[in-house]
């Protein structure tokens, strides 16, 4: 037959629209792409322009409408060009599977009204910590399509120049096997292990009932202990590995030259080494292990002595970092001096103050001790700010207050003028989220959209968790659930940024294994960075406002990489809300 020019014309026509009909399903509505709780607040964000001033609720597979609303009024996003219009469903509460549909705009990807709706995101983001272990094989039983041999030992480690003692002079092999790569790249950074484990340990302190039951398929599981201190007690081996038994003092990381190819764990066999002891480090350990101490005391049976044996670490850095208390970590500086030159990631820290505080403050929870307490008080900075690497306050804050009923009575006045000053950064963090176009607490300023801003939204969230645990204030739990659905697809991008979770995710995450693993899904229940309008590694962003600056490219290692210190406040995150949802969620 011969087909006459108009009709192809037509053919054609109809073809390129199914197309971008196709590319729109999705893509114009942003929303948590695993779903809503019943009783919860239920938003979507419409970023399309449309005619139509109604959103409809429709089964995934079904045309009748189960819920009509209003959208709201336009709204300009202030971090890029984007428009938007909210859908709020929060009244409809019957449970089911549905899509969003907005005339002329389409449909959203389809969720779930249920109970536990976030409990995929809340397993799989702990989850993700044991494939990021270094020193053992992953089993196919727990690691599926993932499983891979064990990756670098770390059984014969060289002390760095920039490391040697009296007791161990340059070249001695010490061990520090275990533990997890930071990110993705196969080194292990104690600096960074450190606000990773505060807000692991913090976690389980504040829901310990819920944990207790919250199973990841990790080979410890059914021992006895938590999955989640299962999981924790990987790295806390290996940091207290890292300190030397004959000071206390703490290396700063365990670590390549250089940072290794995109291949698979322990394929390179570079020398690997423990690099200069340094305050920021060594104070983070002493942080982290006497939190341990409290923790697993508990534990004893399952793991005699290691309770003491953390308090004593933790005692012993405390005791190097007083005679030591101005040693920076500079890799630059240091690489004047000493060989083989480290570029590996640096998490330099120049300002010692919080971590002061922060170990201060875990010891004196642990131990009781006026004097650490003391130590807390006069290291104290009254702005406030959310946890980072380097910025580790917020982590003393959270266990003072978790632990205030507890607090000696001369302490009293003072706890109770944290509490006031810390519901004050509670408030601030909320009091113009509607003017948002999101209507998230992430993306207020322009500054959130930083190197791992996803952690940012994180953080915001268990702060304010931790506002609705002191107040009771339900509005708080609300918020940090709207950062929730910011990290399962309500932002700019449309990004669902955990791997192997909801409709569209990331999928090539800056992750060694991802990449090299010959697997096209990357390795599952990882959080990417996020936008970050410093771009730093130059690739070429699709857009380049801060809330869009993101790329799902393996190359894009300041947008697209994963790292423990993002998935821990995940884990709070998401966990939290689960934990919580009985009371706050579901029907009286
Ligand atoms: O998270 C770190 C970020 O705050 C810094 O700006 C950045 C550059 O120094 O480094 C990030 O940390 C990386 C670390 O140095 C090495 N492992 C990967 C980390 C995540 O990108």
Request: glycine share 8%.
């Amino acid at each position: 037959m011969k087909l006459r020019p108009h009709f192809l014309f037509i053919l054609l026509f109809t073809f390129t629209c199914n197309i971008i009909k196709a590319q729109a399903q999705g893509e114009n509505i942003k929303l948590n792409q695993l779903g809503f709780y019943p009783f919860g607040p239920k938003v979507a964000v419409l970023t399309a322009s449309t005619s139509s001033s109604q959103f409809y609720i429709l089964p995934v597979n079904g045309t009748d409408t189960l819920f009509k609303g209003t959208l709201s009024v336009e709204r300009q996003s202030a971090f890029s060009k984007t428009k938007t219009r909210i859908a709020d469903f929060s009244s409809f509460d019957k449970p089911g599977s549905y899509v969003l549909y907005i005339p002329k705009a389409g449909k959203s990807y389809p969720f779930k009204i249920e109970d536990n709706a976030n409990r995929p995101v809340a397993i799989a983001s702990l989850k993700g910590f044991y494939y990021q272990r270094v020193s053992m094989p992953l089993e196919t039983k727990y690691a599926g399509k993932w499983a891979r041999p064990a990756g670098h030992p770390d059984t014969k480690v060289l002390i760095h120049p920039s490391a040697a003692s009296p007791e161990r002079p340059a070249g001695t092999e010490i061990s520090t096997p275990g533990g997890w790569y930071d990110a993705g790249d196969y080194n292990k950074y104690v600096v960074n292990s450190g606000i990773t484990m505060g807000t692991l340990f913090s976690a389980y302190e504040d829901f310990p009932a819920y944990f207790e039951n919250l199973k990841t398929n990790i080979p410890e599981s059914g021992n006895g202990l938590p999955d989640i201190l299962n999981e924790a007690l990987i790295n806390l081996r290996w940091m207290l590995s890292m300190q030397d038994p004959n000071d206390g003092g703490v290396y700063n990381k365990c670590t390549n030259a250089t940072f290794d190819g995109m291949v698979m764990p322990g394929v390179t066999k570079e020398p690997r080494y423990v690099v200069q002891k340094g305050t920021a480090a060594t104070l983070d350990f002493a942080a982290v292990t006497a939190q341990a101490s409290r923790i697993l005391r508990k534990y004893n049976t399952q793991l005699p002595g290691l309770a003491d044996s953390c308090l004593k670490a933790a005692i012993n850095a405390w005791g190097w970092a007083k005679k030591n208390p101005y040693v920076e970590y500079n890799q630059d500086e240091m690489n004047k001096t000493f060989q083989p030159v480290v570029t590996t990631g640096g998490y330099g820290d120049k300002k010692f103050q919080d971590e002061w505080f922060w170990a201060a403050s875990e010891l004196f929870v642990s131990t009781q001790e006026g004097a650490y307490g003391e130590e807390a008080a006069s290291n104290f900075n009254g702005d406030l700010s959310l946890p980072a690497w380097g910025d580790v306050q917020m982590l003393g804050v959270y266990s003072i207050l978790r632990f205030r009923d507890f607090v000696p009575d001369y302490a009293k006045s003072n706890i109770d003028q944290l509490k006031e000053l810390f519901i004050q950064f509670a408030d601030a963090l909320i009091w113009k989220v509607q003017n948002n176009a999101f209507q998230t607490v992430m993306g207020q300023s322009a500054k959130d959209f930083n190197w791992g801003s996803n952690s940012n939204a994180a953080n915001q969230g268990i702060a304010l968790i931790n506002a609705y645990m002191i107040t009771k204030d339900k509005k708080y739990l609300d918020n940090a659930l709207s950062n929730l659905d910011y990290l399962l697809g309500r932002n700019a991008t449309g990004y669902c940024f955990v791997t192997g979770i909801g409709s569209k995710s990331t999928m090539n995450p800056h992750h060694r294994p991802s990449v090299a693993d010959g697997i096209e899904e990357p390795v599952p229940g990882l959080l990417a960075g996020g936008p970050n309008s410093g771009m730093q590694d130059k690739c070429k962003y699709p857009f380049t406002d801060p809330e869009l600056a993101y790329i799902d490219q393996h190359e894009s290692y300041a947008s697209n990489e994963i790292a423990i210190n993002w998935n821990a406040p995940l884990v709070y995150l998401a966990n939290g809300i689960e934990a919580l949802q009985p009371s706050a969620f579901m029907k009286k």
